[in-house]
């Protein structure tokens, strides 16, 4: 005990006196910290997001383009629906006869021939604009033939021009809350605080933002998505473009975007739901059914009432007509029913979305955990590291070993020390997280554990990597790439449920990876002792691991 | 009891080399053995299978005539090993580097303190005990260095070079340190070193090797050096 406690001391007073040393181990994992808490402190704020709203009243050419597996069959639904159809050539002569106003409508392969145009009624624009989006399955809007290709490539693709005159459901209203809102209008006023809509005229516009980095995505309206979300058989298919460069940042672009839709989507529901509650009622009532004027199954009754009383000398006729009234009364009430019903069940889903912590929790929250272990991982690595290339750098290590000293003891001492620095250092974080997020941390007790294995662990795997280097300079980049590896491997920045199943083994061999189950347990998902045990059992496994092997070099690298 | 530390015809192969090749070769207590040879000569491997840092190929270390392991805990305590590079930290005092070292040697309290201060005042160093070790010239750090490996009050000292890399006055100090310590502590002190007026300032016993063989062992200063000696210096002087 005597000897742990020279090296304890000595190690202490070596490490006190190295300013550049505490400056690397203790005051950069800090500043790394606020760094990256204050980046995080803004998370949750509206993600930029271009719009391009094709649903508005237009005179020019808009596009949609589709792979199809059967372009015969396309060309087949387009002649049936686009009036007189007329071959127009290739796909310059398509676009001159749109342009000059000879066809209003044209199909056909980008890039290639075969092109087909028609001549359409406006009345019939609708119905046109329904069966080709069924034909061709999902198609896309496009800035035109040459996106197509582009995007989609050119086999089996087609792409369909249709002039805005000929579609007069262009730029149609829905109404909210008593406003009535284009669709454009209408995705602002779902935006809430999950985007920042910027508007574009054209989808070009939003790509050049995209590619720019000024939008996190775009979202492009079809033209008729009104008319399709008041439609009761339509379906409105919606391009969205994120930028992928960044995984988080697509991650936040897509959920803002999702958010938003399903907005929309849960609008459009409720009120096609209330549409046909509405119908219902007429049915009932009597008026105007989805554009027919009909009779109430109200008043048919009264009238079947009426027969019975003037069939009252005819006990044969008044049973059936009694008959008719009882199957009335049972279809008027089944309508309530169904009423009731559809009015109950519109959304059948409301999310209430929470932690299993018992409390809302915020991207902040979420990077503690992952912060307090980047600082683990990194001062215990460099100190473990460090505190033994100082031996080897001062030519002490040989010295040490000429004692007799056994060399578990300067392990068990550098151990300690380091364990205690890291220790130190990460419950400050823990402690200012507290402070200045607000964050509760639950269990202290197990909090605390974990910190303590987790620091000595992450120390002792800092040891073995010193024994292989001779000088500071080198364990502490040693420590730094090693760090840097473990920092995804340990699932504080990327999960590690994403990772292929070896990496998630090999993630396992690493404290920091039990560190991070650990802490993010506790302080994210309420976890407890029961919980916690395994992974702290192996934390404390891995300690004892790492500081045999630790010990095992030190004499050998003594002995050479 | 004079007993004698000796290598008894060890052999060192570093995988096809040879570094030593049968070197029969042993230090008495109470006096200084110089290990002269050219560098490459195997000086550093004969001293580093003494104490105990390098493991023979063939051969055997005894001490008082009886085989020793040189591995052994008991075994190393009788032992100073100088490195060659002082080796201390440097961030710590003279007098911090001491008294840790002396507590690996299980020296404490009032012990460790008194033996401290005769070791500081033995290499003359107790004018900068409060001193980081780091700022101590060339000639001081290697008499700490030297201090370091007397602490525990070894049987023998076993220097590497110690002399390598200082200026003629700090050298001179050194030496003569060296030789007050054999004579006062009635320790063995073997030192290597590859100059040869060293070895004729210390006198005593001089034990040339040569491609990791002994050619000759002179004792210097008693009229025993003679002609063997100087066909050594002509040699070495005509090959620089």
Not at chain 1, 47 to 74: C, F, I, Q, S, Y
Not at chain 1, 265 to 291: H, M, N, T
Not at chain 1, 419 to 448: E, H, K, N, T
Request: glycine share 12%; proline share 5%.
């Amino acid at each position: 005990m005597r000897k742990l406690g020279a090296f304890l001391a000595k190690d202490a007073r070596l490490l006190a006196r190295h300013r550049v040393l505490w400056a690397v181990l203790v005051l950069y994992p800090l500043l790394a910290a606020g760094v990256v808490g204050a980046a995080f402190s803004r998370t949750g704020r509206p993600v930029p997001v271009g719009l391009v709203n094709l649903d508005r009243p237009t005179e020019e050419v808009l596009w949609m383009g589709a792979k199809v597996e059967d372009p015969d069959l396309a060309f087949e639904v387009f002649r049936e629906n686009a009036g007189s159809a007329v071959e127009l050539g290739d796909e310059g002569d398509a676009l001159k006869a749109l342009e000059e106003g000879s066809v209003q409508v044209a199909l056909g392969p980008p890039g290639g021939g075969g092109w087909w145009g028609g001549v359409l009624d406006p009345d019939r624009g609708n119905l046109f604009l329904k069966e080709m989006k069924k034909a061709l399955s999902s198609p896309v809007d496009l800035e035109g033939p040459v996106e197509a290709g582009e995007v989609m490539g050119g086999q089996g693709t087609l792409v369909l021009g249709v002039r805005g005159s000929c579609l007069p459901f262009l730029g149609e209203g829905f109404w909210v809350e008593g406003q009535r809102l284009d669709a454009g209008a209408l995705a602002e006023f779902f935006a809430g605080g999950s985007c920042e809509l910027r508007p574009y005229p054209g989808i070009r516009e939003a790509k050049e933002a995209l590619t720019a980095g000024r939008v996190d995505a775009v979202v492009v309206l079809p033209p008729g998505l009104v008319h399709s979300l008041k439609a009761l058989d339509d379906t409105a298919f919606l391009r969205i473009m994120v930028d992928q460069s960044n995984l988080l940042k697509a991650h936040f672009a897509e959920t803002g975007v999702r958010s938003l839709l399903s907005r929309v989507s849960e609008e459009a529901v409720r009120q096609k739901l209330r549409a046909v509650v509405s119908g219902l009622k007429v049915l009932v009532s009597g008026g105007d059914f989805f554009g027919t004027e009909v009779t109430g199954l109200g008043e048919l009754r009264s009238d079947l009432e009426r027969v019975k009383e003037a069939l009252a000398g005819r006990p044969d006729l008044a049973t059936a007509v009694s008959r008719s009234l009882d199957l009335a009364d049972t279809v008027i009430r089944d309508l309530d029913v169904a009423a009731d019903y559809l009015r109950g069940t519109a959304l059948p889903l409301q999310l209430q979305l929470g932690s299993v912590s018992g409390r809302p929790l915020s991207a902040k929250d979420a990077a503690v955990p992952s912060l307090v272990v980047l600082s683990l991982l990194w001062t215990g690595m460099l100190c473990g590291a460090t505190l033994v290339a100082w031996e080897r750098e001062e030519g002490m290590l040989e010295r040490v070993s000429l004692t007799g000293v056994p060399s578990r003891v300067p392990i068990a001492a550098k151990v300690l020390l380091s364990g205690a620095v890291v220790g130190l250092l990460a419950l400050m974080l823990l402690f200012l997280s507290s402070l200045i997020l607000g964050m509760p941390v639950s269990r202290p007790g197990l909090v605390f554990a974990v910190l303590v294995m987790g620091s000595l662990s992450i120390s002792a795997l800092g040891l073995v990597v010193g024994t292989a280097v001779e000088e500071v300079p080198a364990a502490m980049v040693a420590g730094a790439m090693i760090s840097f590896v473990l920092l995804f491997l340990c699932g504080a920045v990327y999960p590690l449920e994403q990772m292929p199943v070896f990496l998630r083994w090999s993630a396992r061999i690493f404290p920091p990876t039990h560190v991070q189950e650990v802490l993010s347990g506790v302080l994210l998902q309420g976890r407890g002792w029961r919980e916690s045990w395994l992974a702290l059992l192996a934390t404390t496994l891995l300690m004892a691991a790492f500081s045999w092997m630790a010990s095992r070099l030190w004499s050998r690298v003594g002995r050479s | 009891m004079g007993r004698m530390l000796e290598g008894v015809d060890l052999v060192k192969d570093f995988g096809r080399t040879r570094a030593l090749r049968g070197v029969t070769l042993g230090v008495e207590k109470g006096e200084v053995l110089v290990l002269v040879g050219p560098n490459g000569a195997g000086k550093t491997t004969f001293l580093r299978l003494l104490g105990g840092r390098l493991k023979p190929t063939s051969g055997r270390v005894q001490e008082g005539g009886r085989e020793v392991d040189t591995s052994e805990p008991a075994y190393l305590r009788r032992l100073g090993f100088v490195p060659q590079t002082p080796s201390f930290y440097g961030r710590l005092t003279c007098r911090e580097n001491l008294l840790f070292a002396a507590s690996l040697y299980g020296l404490k309290g009032e012990a460790r303190e008194r033996r401290v201060r005769e070791v500081l005042d033995l290499v003359g160093l107790s004018t900068y005990e409060g001193v980081p070790a780091r700022r101590l010239s060339g000639g001081l750090a290697q008499r700490l260095n030297v201090a370091m490996g007397l602490l525990h009050e070894p049987d023998y000292l076993l220097l590497d070079e110690p002399t390598a890399g200082l200026d003629p006055v700090a050298r001179r100090v050194l030496l003569a340190l060296l030789s007050r310590l054999a004579g006062e502590g009635a320790r063995g002190v073997l030192l290597t070193t590859h100059v040869l007026d060293e070895a004729e300032m210390l006198g005593g016993r001089v034990a040339v090797l040569e491609e990791g063989r002994l050619v000759g062992i002179f004792r210097l200063g008693a009229g025993e050096d003679g002609p063997g000696w100087e066909e050594v210096r002509r040699r070495w002087e005509g090959g620089r």
